[in-house]
């Protein structure tokens, strides 16, 4: 301890950038090298960036800890690398933006888990995608995420946060159409890509708001001055024909706190733009645990909590944050029930474990929301590294993607999965809530949270000038409708999940009949054995879905035992609060506006809590084990249509393909029928004839003869030296009509001589030519005078040039100089004016 | 005429008379291998002008250094122009410069 | 003294511009070699009227040492080549009477210039014997213009690579295939976008 402190000072952390330097010099080693470098040298590389960097992590951690432990109070500690632009502020005043890190207890946690569980997946990757064409790039891409992800989360301000949130944007682009010679998987990219622009541009909105109205975006600075964005804005103007007798005015912090959600909701896949995350399973299995479910999506979540402070000024827009997580939830989850592939059942899986977290950090129970997104990101990275080992398995025999990923091909897959079986099961139980894992504690806080806790409009508000602009007050039914969603949503989850466990792992493995000919070694001996004699070639029985190697299912195993033990850090059940000292200090100032109904009995919620649990995961047990599927059967024949509607994920995609895919669409058919008959039928027709007419008399010019090409620099020669033989001068004057001094200054030349006539009256001053290059006279007001003068220059070439000058009336009130001390301005520019328009300067005209 | 070649102007006026010769010689000749020779003249048409200059201003050798570098340079243009002289000759059996216009459309 | 200098200018002056005469004008290119030759001669020997006799036996040494002995190598590789006018039309008297007219604006220009500047010529002044001589220029050489001086010589050696990798001409390289050569259309083959069926601009290419 004492030697990290002495070899990383506290006041200037760099520790912070090494743990982010680290994956990024991983990336470009893999990236640019890791053709040539082998297999071996790309894992050890990847491997060790990221490994090196949880290490960093847990290092900084530590001095947090111990820094945090002295004081008593929200610590941040900051490494400020160099200044990045300067922008202008409200009022003109400068705003320096400093490429700044800093770790405190939220982003340091985050960075943890983000190294921790990215460590444990590259090491998965190592096999998973060891017969994979492009696994440099893979790793190379894998270790951009990390990199990205660690600026995302110990960025000090909100413009580095974008840059890493940007990046992982675009990690997530590549890595979700990694196989991009897959037309579905280029597509499933791009719409990642694009629905997330959509919520960038939210994230962008709120950064200018902020920059105008607080006039800092560092975390100090906005925590500082949040006050000012307690402020009236006005959004749309008057507009009386409509209607509308007074413009509407709104408050800015709403506005902020509205366009940061919708940068969170792109993010972290909540309505409406929750479509892009189930696509995204396109990509291979270790990315979606990694960036689909682990890390990336909790982005959102994250800078809720990292912004908790500006959100708990708006009521409204924490209203919005609350609702839109719940009903996520509840939507996602009902698509869930409907979906055979196994990835989209943990995608939709995802978006519904997102919208509880959102929930949580809605109703201003932020730790408890950040608790879910760590005690997720254990079991959902577990899942879905589980969902890649099944997926694995049943690749001894298929390889085809979508007949891979299908549970009705799977089934009993626990005899042949043991430890998969195992550790998925862990995540399970830790993800429907069974009591005492980690997803137990952290989905109760949350729900209690949600009955209990309202947001009140902050004491400022009530005095801020110009009058309260909205002020908010949550419903009284609020909490109680929020808390009946989240409790429905866990019941869907259970059973969902329950589902999802039994068609994998339970009952007869069902894989036999896809493949024709892929028998059970041991039932199918006999039967080949008799006919033997049929099957010449390579026999068709075989291989048998088999464990994976350690590479992978360590991992798993230790994934696996966190889901089902990282709840005991904030085990308020048996008195255990850990977690949520050690972010209390960081969410000191958004409490304030945090009001929790006093004097509630925990014992009923978690009896509901666990109520919920047991009736979701025995109803799955009954329909599927019991009755053997038959009243989900029934279900879909009794009523097609509605099967078909929540098979089709609610036809959601299909809605935004008609309205605004489809409005754009028609937009670019008619750019391009502009395009084609104006910009191409007419102006590119009229520029290629204009063209080609030049062309066809410059082609006249080109003989092929060396000859008239030279030529032609002959006479350019000559015209060249014809002008150096000639003098070539201007004059200068500089009038001082004040004082009634002129000076006239010719341009100098290589052995030119000069002659002058100051007063213009054909005597030419001297007799010869002299070196006087500068002539110096004065002038009586309203007096004209000519002057002539003569260059002469090296070849005896003479040139000759005259200029008027003119010196203005004085002004009658002031005769004498010192009077015109006394004249305004205004008038003085006047007459400096009018004296520059009869002294001009430019070209002799001899 | 005592003083013939003691003034800069002499010496101007005669380059300017090889310069112009040279350059009607690469203007009206094709034959490649003297175009390179006019070219050789107008360089030491420039090469006179230069030392003579020099000779006006003592103090400072750039002129001569200036004529050192062209003769260097105009050594290895004569050897690269002979080169290419004879690689034109493989190609088209002629050294005649107007039979070089395959670049012509 | 100055008769002597005034008549060795005249001299070396004669010599060079029949020299260049000669070069412009001789049929037989050997001889517009000698002509150049002896050019350079008369301005080796100017040199020396200018105190420059450094220059003056570089000039010798390079020019009529080495460029002038290399074309006369070539003109000898080529033979009677050299010299061969092809068939064609020879070129006319409107070429020849305008570069007479040039040649007389340029020439005549120029005299007109320096007999304009007769009045005032600029005469050289003294200067100590030494001016001119190897170890001043030397010592400018190894001093202040050293790093050109070396770029010189790594010119030089380019050159030289270069004008062997152009001299020597194709060498067919063994087991190597002639890439085979593109007709120009075909770099617009395949298939039409079908957004493009239709387009005035486009034409589908079979």
Redesign the interface.
């Known amino acids: 301890m004492e030697a990290l402190l002495s070899l990383f000072p506290k006041d200037d952390l760099t520790l912070l950038a090494f743990i982010v330097l680290l994956p990024l010099v991983g990336a470009v080693v893999n990236g640019i090298f890791g053709k040539r470098l082998g297999r071996e040298a790309v894992t050890l590389m990847g491997l060790t960036a990221v490994g090196g960097a949880f290490l960093l992590s847990v290092a900084s951690f530590l001095i947090l800890f111990e820094a945090q432990h002295e004081s008593e109070r929200a610590v941040r500690l900051i490494w400020r690398g160099w200044e990045w632009m300067k922008l202008t502020g409200q009022g003109g005043a400068p705003v320096t933006l400093t490429v700044a890190l800093s770790v405190d207890a939220l982003s340091g946690t985050m960075a943890l888990v983000v190294t921790g569980v990215g460590f444990l997946i590259h090491l998965y990757s190592w096999k998973y995608m060891e017969e994979d064409p492009g696994y440099h790039r893979f790793f190379a891409y894998l270790n951009l995420f990390i990199f990205s992800m660690l600026v995302l989360i110990l960025g000090d301000s909100l413009p580095v946060l974008f840059v890493g949130w940007e990046g992982v944007g675009l990690c997530s682009y590549l890595l979700i159409g990694f196989w991009f010679d897959g037309e579905a998987n280029a597509s499933a990219g791009k719409k990642a890509f694009i629905t997330n622009r959509i919520g960038d541009f939210g994230l962008l909105v709120a950064m200018g708001l902020m920059l105008r109205n607080v006039g800092s975006l560092d975390w100090t600075g906005l925590e500082q001055g949040r006050g000012n964005l307690m402020e009236g804005m006005q959004i749309i103007q008057q507009i009386s024909w409509l209607g509308m007798k007074s413009p509407v005015v709104v408050n800015t912090a709403t506005l902020v706190g509205l366009a940061l959600f919708l940068g969170c909701a792109g993010k972290s896949a909540q309505l409406p733009l929750y479509v892009w995350l189930p696509d995204a399973m396109a990509g291979p299995t270790p990315v979606s645990a990694l960036i689909h479910a682990a890390t990336m999506v909790t982005a959102g979540v994250y800078l809720v909590c990292r912004l908790s402070f500006i959100f708990v000024l708006s009521p409204a827009a924490m209203i919005v944050v609350a609702f839109v997580g719940a009903a996520t939830a509840l939507l996602a989850a009902s698509i869930a029930f409907a979906q055979n592939d196994i990835k989209k059942v943990l995608a939709y899986s995802t978006v519904s474990q997102l919208g509880y977290m959102f929930l949580g950090v809605g109703v201003g129970a932020f730790t408890a929301g950040f608790f879910h997104v760590i005690t997720h990101a254990f079991f959902k990275a577990c899942l879905f590294l589980g969902a890649g080992s099944v997926i694995h398995a049943m690749h001894a025999r298929i390889h085809d993607t979508d007949t891979s990923q299908d549970m009705r091909f799977m089934g009993g897959l626990r005899k042949y999965l043991p430890i998969t079986f195992l550790t998925f099961a862990a995540s399970w139980a830790a993800i429907v809530g069974f009591p005492g894992t980690s997803g137990f504690f952290s989905k109760d806080a949350i729900l209690l949270s949600a009955f209990s806790s309202s947001i009140v409009p902050p004491q400022t508000a009530v005095s801020a000038p110009g009058g309260p602009m909205d002020v908010f007050l949550w419903p009284t039914w609020a909490g109680s409708v929020l808390y009946a969603m989240g409790l429905a949503g866990a019941v869907m989850t259970a059973f969902y999940m329950t589902r999802l466990l039994i068609g994998i792992f339970f009952g007869d493995f069902r894989g036999w009949k896809i493949v024709k000919g892929w028998k059970e070694p041991a039932a199918a001996h006999d039967h080949d054995h008799h006919h033997a004699h049929e099957t010449p070639g390579p026999s068709m029985k075989g291989p048998t879905p088999h464990e994976s190697p350690w590479q992978m299912w360590v991992p798993l195993a230790i994934l696996g035992a966190l889901a089902l033990v990282a709840g005991l850090v904030n085990a308020h059940l048996i008195g255990i609060h850990l977690f949520d000292h050690w972010l209390a200090p960081v969410f000191a100032t958004a409490s304030e506006g945090v009001k929790t109904k006093e004097e509630l009995a925990e014992m009923p919620f978690l009896g509901a809590a666990v109520a919920a649990f047991a009736v979701g995961v025995g109803g799955a047990y009954w329909v599927y084990v019991i009755q053997k599927g038959a009243p989900a059967k029934a279900l879909a024949e009794g009523s097609p249509g509605f099967y078909a509607l929540v098979r089709d994920k609610w036809r959601i995609d299909e809605l935004y393909e008609e309205t605004f895919i489809g409005a754009v669409d028609s937009l670019a058919e008619i750019a391009v029928v502009f395009d084609k008959w104006v910009v191409d039928g007419i102006i590119a027709r009229v520029t290629a004839f204009v063209i080609s007419l030049g062309g066809t008399i410059l082609?006249a010019a080109?003989?092929?003869?060396?000859?008239a090409y030279?030529?032609t620099m002959?006479l350019g020669?000559g015209g060249i030296g014809w002008f150096f033989v000639a003098p070539q001068t201007t004059y200068r004057l500089r009038p001082d009509d004040r004082n009634g001094q002129y000076t006239v200054s010719l341009t100098p030349g290589a052995g030119y001589t000069y002659k002058w006539d100051e007063t213009g009256d054909g005597k030419w001053d001297d007799k010869g030519f002299g070196d006087k290059r500068e002539l110096k006279f004065s002038l009586d007001p309203d007096k004209t005078q000519k002057v002539r003068f003569q260059v002469r220059n090296g070849f005896g070439r003479v040139r000759t040039g005259e200029l008027l000058v003119h010196r203005p009336k004085v002004d009658k009130s002031g005769a004498d100089p010192a009077a015109m001390e006394a004249v305004t301005p205004e008038m003085k520019a006047a007459a400096e004016k009018a004296g520059m328009k009869v002294a001009p300067k430019g070209q002799v005209h001899p | 005429?005592?003083?013939?070649?003691?003034?800069?102007?002499?010496?101007?006026?005669?380059a300017?008379?090889?310069f112009?010769?040279?350059?009607?010689?690469?203007?009206?000749?094709?034959?490649v291998?003297?175009?390179?020779?006019?070219i050789?003249?107008m360089l030491?048409a420039v090469?006179?002008l230069l030392?003579?200059f020099?000779?006006?201003y003592?103090a400072n050798?750039a002129g001569?250094?200036f004529?050192?570098?062209i003769?260097?340079?105009?050594?290895?243009?004569?050897?690269?122009g002979?080169?290419?002289?004879?690689?034109f000759?493989?190609l088209k059996?002629?050294?005649?410069?107007?039979?070089?216009?395959s670049?012509?459309? | 003294m100055?008769?002597v200098?005034?008549?060795?200018?005249?001299l070396m002056?004669g010599l060079?511009?029949l020299g260049?005469?000669g070069?412009?004008s001789?049929r037989n290119?050997i001889r517009?070699?000698m002509?150049?030759l002896l050019?350079?001669v008369g301005?080796a020997g100017?040199?020396l009227?200018?105190?420059?006799q450094?220059?003056g036996a570089?000039?010798l040494i390079?020019?009529a040492g080495?460029?002038v002995v290399?074309?006369v190598f070539?003109?000898m590789?080529?033979g009677p080549?050299?010299?061969?006018?092809?068939s064609g039309p020879a070129?006319g008297w409107a070429?020849?009477a305008f570069?007479g007219v040039?040649?007389a604006v340029?020439?005549f220009g120029?005299?007109a210039l320096?007999l304009g500047?007769?009045d005032s010529?600029?005469?050289?002044?003294p200067?100590?014997p030494e001016?001119?001589s190897v170890e001043?220029?030397g010592r400018?050489?190894f001093t202040k213009?050293l790093v050109?001086f070396e770029l010189?010589t790594a010119?030089?050696i380019?050159?030289?690579v270069?004008?062997?990798a152009?001299?020597r001409?194709h060498v067919e390289q063994k087991g190597k295939a002639k890439p085979a050569k593109l007709a120009p259309q075909s770099l617009f083959h395949g298939p039409l976008h079908p957004r493009d069926a239709g387009h005035p601009l486009v034409k589908e290419r079979a």
């Not at chain 2, 002979?82 to 690689?87: K, T």
């Open positions: 082609r080109q003989t092929g003869r060396v000859q030279a030529f002959v020669l | 005429m005592q003083t013939l070649g003691l003034a800069v102007e002499h010496y101007v006026f005669l300017g008379v090889i112009t010769l040279g350059a009607i010689g690469f203007l009206v000749r094709r034959n291998l003297v175009q390179l020779m006019c050789e003249l030491n090469n006179l030392v003579a020099n000779r006006v003592p050798m001569q250094i004529a050192f570098f003769i260097a340079v105009a050594a290895a243009e004569a050897a690269v002979l080169a290419i002289v004879l690689a000759y493989r059996g002629t050294v005649m410069s107007d039979e070089g216009d670049l012509k459309l | 100055n008769q200098g005034s008549l060795f200018f005249a002056a060079s511009l260049a005469v070069t412009i001789a290119p517009s070699a002509g150049l050019t350079i301005i100017l040199f009227r200018l105190n420059a450094f220059m570089i000039q390079v020019y080495a460029v290399l074309f070539v003109v590789l080529l080549d050299a010299s061969k006018v092809p070129r070429a020849r570069a040039l040649m340029f020439a120029g005299g320096v500047a007769r010529l600029t005469f050289f002044k200067v100590a001016h001119g001043v220029v400018e050489l213009m050109p010189a010119l030089l380019v050159a030289v270069g004008a062997i152009v001299a001409g």
